[in-house]
């Protein structure tokens, strides 16, 4: 029988890091999705890198990058709520059915303007709202259909971080074959690719095997399911500060990514190449801040890594901004993707496991209207920014302004964690919670509830 000054012994059957890392593969819908929309973003990357790389040949306009930007991005804001009312009430797969494949007639018509030559510069924006609007249903339902997947709130961290290892690991993908493309064949080719790719998201939809879920007969009004969800999100102080940080984060911080290409052209004296690597290193440390969520155990933490990935983002912007050499500014961007991707992926799994099952959607919706919705507003606003004081000083201001948050966060920490402990008891979704509530009062245990959940 060991003492309690034994040293910890290893259970013989612990899965190896790598095993950990990738606990949620061992659901079969959800290796499903992962691959399918593995292919799918990667297409979605190139068309996007095509896109702006298109838009700013053509016209030379920082403007009209955040004009397009902000339509593709502003029904998220204005539509994701009540997107957010029907994915709690219908089937989430038949509605990811439905926006993937709005979204791939899309590409397709996109491409075939583009080959034909019949593409025009107004058509870039309509287009663009198009997509904005299919993704504004799209990504709520996305999100909360992880868990419908994966089952299990205990693999809902892992499967959030693998998913953003996919979109990061697209990111890194994309724009380097993007770049290799427009350079040799133009940006038509790319719009193709991601035309295709969405067959192997639909093709993996239908090969689910899904258990049917009782549903309730009666629904109130969509406009009350809409004013219920957001009196639940607002009168929980964690769920509200987050949505609140994740809003100014994208109002400020993510709009550097349209600036990307004045960068690569009018600092840097690139081409599409540059934008390219630009884009590239963002996404290796985003990458590196997926794979670092999916190595944890559980959700403990996530609460101070908001806060330290949201100082880490907003620094890096700030150094990038008015660096002139590309050899310097390209780790710097991998800091800020680092920080972003740990400060998003941290935000959206504290959301899930914190909302009630038939209220996920909702929150989900404004989760999207926080991220997606506000960056559209924060697009238009960067764009004309660039155009009167220059896309360096627009980085650097949006820079300090995260800045200025993300401490404003950190200071609210312990607040955080008083209203998020009981929670985390009361689900016993965090092993170590349930087990120091079954034995905290065994007398001789020595067992203490942890004093700091998000610790």
Known sequence: MSTPSSAPQPAPHDPGRLRLILRAFKYRNYRLFFIGQGISLIGTWMQAIAMSWLIYRLTDSAFLLGLVAFLAQI???????????????LDRRRILYYTQGIAMAQAALLTVLSFTGALQVWHIPLLALWLGLSNAFDIPARQAFILDMVESREDLPNAIALNSSLFNSARLLGPALAGILIAAVGESVCFLINALSYAAVLAALAAMRLAPKARTQRHPPVLEGLKEGMRYAFRFSPIRTILAMMALTSLMGMPLMILLPVLARKVFQGDSHTYGFLMTCFGVGALAGAVYLASRKSVLGLGRWVARASII????????????????????LAVSGF???????SSNTLLQTLAEEGKRGRIMSLFTMSFMGMTPFGSLLAGSLAGTIGAQWTILLGGGMCFLAALAFHAYLPQFRAHVRPLYVKMGIIEEVATALETADEPGTGTQLPSEPDR
Do not use: E, H, Y
């Open 339 to 345: 920080g972003m991707m740990v400060q998003t992926a």
């Open 75 to 89: 029904p998220g804001f204005v539509v994701a709520p009540f997107a957010g009312v029907l994915a709690d009430r």
């Open 313 to 332: 983002f907003s620094l890096g912007l700030m150094a990038v901004s008015f660096i002139p050499w590309l050899w310097l500014a390209l780790p710097l």
